[in-house]
C-alpha cells in the first residue's frame, strides 16, 4: 500500500488566502513550484506562522523529516561549520535529534539509505 504525501502547496494556499493574504507574495515563488519539498515546508511555515509564536513548541512534535531533507541540513552544518547547538537553534529540531542524524546518516551507510 502506497503512502500518500499532504499537498502542502493547497494547504499553504487556503491557509495563506484565508488568514494572511498579504503574506502570499512573500512565498510566491515557493508556491509556483512544481514540488513543494520538506525543505520548503518549513519555510513557508516559517514564513506564515510567526516563528517566535507560543505554536512552536506545541507543533514541533508534529513534525516528519525525511531523508534529503535530513541530509540537506546535515550538509548545511557541514558547509557552515555549524555545532549540534547552533543547527538545533536554525532549524527548531533538538540537539539531540541532530547528534542522532549525524550518527545515523554520517557513516558509511549513509548512501544506503538514499
Given at each position: 500500500m502506497?503512502?500518500?504525501?499532504?499537498?502542502?502547496?493547497?494547504?499553504?494556499?487556503d491557509?495563506?488566502?484565508?488568514?494572511c493574504?498579504?503574506?502570499y507574495?512573500?512565498c510566491a515563488?515557493?508556491?509556483?513550484?512544481?514540488?513543494?519539498?520538506?525543505m520548503d515546508v518549513?519555510r513557508?511555515?516559517d514564513?506564515?506562522?510567526?516563528?517566535?509564536?507560543?505554536?512552536?513548541?506545541?507543533?514541533?512534535?508534529h513534525?516528519s523529516?525525511?531523508?534529503?531533507?535530513?541530509?540537506?541540513v546535515?550538509d548545511?552544518q557541514?558547509?557552515?561549520?555549524?555545532?549540534?547547538?547552533?543547527?538545533?537553534k536554525?532549524?527548531?529540531?533538538?540537539r539531540?535529534?541532530i547528534s542522532?542524524?549525524?550518527k545515523t546518516?554520517?557513516?558509511?551507510q549513509?548512501?544506503?539509505?538514499?
Amino acid at each position: 500500500m502506497e503512502r500518500s504525501t499532504p499537498n502542502y502547496k493547497r494547504i499553504f494556499e487556503d491557509i495563506i488566502s484565508r488568514k494572511c493574504p498579504e503574506k502570499y507574495s512573500l512565498c510566491a515563488h515557493i508556491l509556483n513550484k512544481d514540488e513543494i519539498s520538506a525543505m520548503d515546508v518549513l519555510r513557508l511555515n516559517d514564513i506564515v506562522f510567526d516563528k517566535n509564536g507560543s505554536a512552536k513548541s506545541t507543533n514541533q512534535k508534529h513534525k516528519s523529516y525525511d531523508h534529503e531533507t535530513i541530509h540537506k541540513v546535515l550538509d548545511y552544518q557541514k558547509e557552515n561549520n555549524l555545532s549540534n547547538v547552533a543547527v538545533s537553534k536554525h532549524f527548531n529540531v533538538s540537539r539531540s535529534t541532530i547528534s542522532k542524524w549525524r550518527k545515523t546518516f554520517s557513516s558509511p551507510q549513509r548512501n544506503a539509505f538514499l
